[in-house]
């Protein structure tokens, strides 16, 4: 089966970051597919490369990047949720005339679009609220 | 573009928080991408659709105002809960679009028929 | 068809659990996750006959909830993974 999953949760503020990030990992370990993690509302924060949890956490977003390199996943961030909370790529930094950019590797911006992309092709999808 | 059937349900309250504004954007989205869009209000979601709101003052836009356009964009399936309007002593005179006010048991069926539940 | 409610604010939110129980019909199943455990103790007088109850195995122990007498089952990741599957829809309530 394919899955999509929305999250709405950041990491290390709101546990529904680190519960997404665990149910994927049981989806993928059972030989399910997933379609796209989408990252909305303050979850857009999955996809900080500045964030830095204290070292006995375990790192959310490093694990999102390992999954998604493992796994080929596609993880987009609403561009609009992160534009409007300081997350940006290159292109985004330069269009606002920002000093840098800060999207994790692994993680690309994109619009809601995606999220009804995702819903229209997935047999399931999975929102991890806050 | 095949078709899904997309109920959006908002539960908070507007300009506190971010999820009504999220709400609308993915409902307008899917709508845009020629989706089947319903918009169902509960709870402290049904203050989204007062009337009179100004808040100007407090720096952001209108979501009553933006609600209003849901009809422009093919969204004219919008309900909310008759048990939450009456909870908070309101009624759908003092929304500002027109909305079917459902009791729980119709609340129940109409999420049942959906291909996608999406909560904000 | 059944729907997955997965439920993770407390008992305390009664507006979220009053949102979910509406929406709960017999036959589908109920699934507590993050804060949402600590109604595990108790079924709800208003959880229709049929729903299944369950609560997420990870979220119990971290609250210290496994060892207390539980109205749900407790499952794990994998069987979240299989009731989404058994499911036709999922809804979330937070």
Same mark, same amino acid.
């Given at each position: 089966?394919?899955?999509?999953?929305?999250?709405?949760? =950041?990491?290390?503020?709101?546990?529904? $970051?680190?519960? $997404?990030?665990?149910? /994927?990992?049981?989806? *993928?370990?059972?030989?399910?597919?997933?379609?796209?993690?989408?990252?909305?509302?303050?979850?857009?924060?999955?996809?900080?490369? %500045? /964030?830095?949890?204290?070292?006995?956490?375990?790192?959310?977003?490093?694990?999102?990047?390992?999954?998604?390199?493992?796994?080929?996943?596609?993880?987009?961030?609403?561009?609009?949720?992160?534009?409007?909370?300081?997350?940006?790529?290159?292109?985004? /930094?330069?269009?606002?005339?920002? %000093?840098?950019?800060?999207?994790?590797?692994?993680?690309? *911006?994109?619009? %809601?679009?995606? %999220?009804?992309?995702? =819903?229209?092709?997935?047999?399931?999808?999975?929102?991890?609220?806050? | 573009?095949?078709?899904?059937?997309?109920?959006?349900?908002?539960?908070?309250?507007? !300009?506190?928080?971010?999820?009504?504004?999220?709400? &609308?954007?993915?409902?307008?989205?899917?709508?845009?991408?020629?989706?089947?869009?319903?918009?169902?209000?509960?709870?402290?979601?049904? !203050?989204?659709?007062?009337?009179?709101?100004?808040?100007?003052?407090?720096?952001?836009?209108?979501?009553?105002?933006?609600?209003?356009? &849901?009809?422009? !964009?093919?969204?004219?399936?919008? !309900?909310?809960?008759?048990?939450?309007?009456?909870?908070?002593?309101?009624?759908?005179?003092? &929304?500002?679009?027109?909305?079917?006010?459902?009791?729980?048991?119709?609340?129940?069926?109409?999420?049942?028929?959906?291909?996608?539940?999406?909560?904000? | 068809? @059944?729907? +997955?409610?997965?439920? @993770?604010?407390?008992?305390?939110?009664?507006?979220?659990?009053?949102?979910?129980?509406?929406?709960? @019909?017999?036959?589908?199943?109920?699934?507590?996750?993050?804060?949402?455990?600590?109604?595990?103790?108790?079924?709800?007088?208003?959880?229709?006959?049929?729903?299944?109850?369950?609560?997420?195995?990870?979220?119990?122990?971290?609250?210290? +909830?496994?060892?207390?007498?539980? @109205?749900?089952?407790?499952?794990?990741?994998?069987?979240?993974?299989?009731?989404?599957?058994?499911?036709?829809?999922?809804?979330?309530?937070?």
């Amino acid at each position: 089966m394919i899955f999509s999953i929305v999250v709405q949760g =950041a990491p290390h503020s709101q546990q529904s $970051a680190e519960s $997404a990030l665990r149910f /994927a990992r049981a989806v *993928l370990a059972q030989g399910h597919g997933i379609y796209r993690v989408f990252f909305s509302g303050d979850g857009i924060h999955n996809g900080s490369a %500045l /964030a830095t949890p204290q070292q006995d956490e375990g790192h959310i977003i490093e694990g999102w990047q390992a999954l998604a390199k493992e796994h080929e996943l596609d993880l987009v961030v609403c561009i609009a949720a992160a534009l409007r909370r300081g997350v940006m790529n290159d292109e985004e /930094a330069k269009r606002h005339d920002k %000093l840098n950019s800060n999207l994790a590797d692994g993680f690309t *911006l994109s619009g %809601l679009g995606q %999220l009804t992309d995702a =819903a229209i092709h997935s047999d399931r999808v999975v929102t991890f609220g806050s | 573009m095949s078709s899904k059937s997309f109920l959006i349900v908002s539960r908070r309250a507007p !300009y506190a928080s971010n999820h009504a504004r999220e709400a &609308l954007d993915a409902a307008l989205t899917a709508a845009i991408f020629e989706q089947d869009v319903a918009m169902l209000f509960l709870s402290d979601g049904v !203050y989204q659709l007062l009337n009179n709101q100004q808040p100007g003052t407090i720096g952001q836009k209108n979501l009553g105002a933006n609600l209003q356009v &849901l009809p422009m !964009y093919d969204i004219e399936k919008l !309900y909310v809960s008759k048990r939450a309007l009456d909870e908070r002593s309101l009624t759908t005179d003092q &929304l500002v679009v027109p909305v079917q006010a459902l009791d729980d048991a119709e609340i129940n069926t109409l999420i049942k028929q959906q291909d996608l539940v999406l909560n904000f | 068809m @059944s729907t +997955l409610h997965i439920l @993770s604010k407390p008992p305390s939110d009664n507006d979220c659990w009053r949102d979910c129980l509406t929406a709960c @019909s017999s036959g589908d199943t109920l699934l507590l996750i993050e804060n949402g455990v600590y109604g595990a103790t108790v079924r709800p007088a208003e959880l229709p006959e049929g729903v299944t109850f369950l609560a997420l195995q990870a979220d119990l122990e971290a609250r210290g +909830l496994s060892n207390l007498p539980l @109205s749900t089952k407790a499952i794990d990741d994998a069987d979240f993974v299989n009731c989404c599957i058994e499911n036709q829809q999922t809804v979330s309530w937070f």
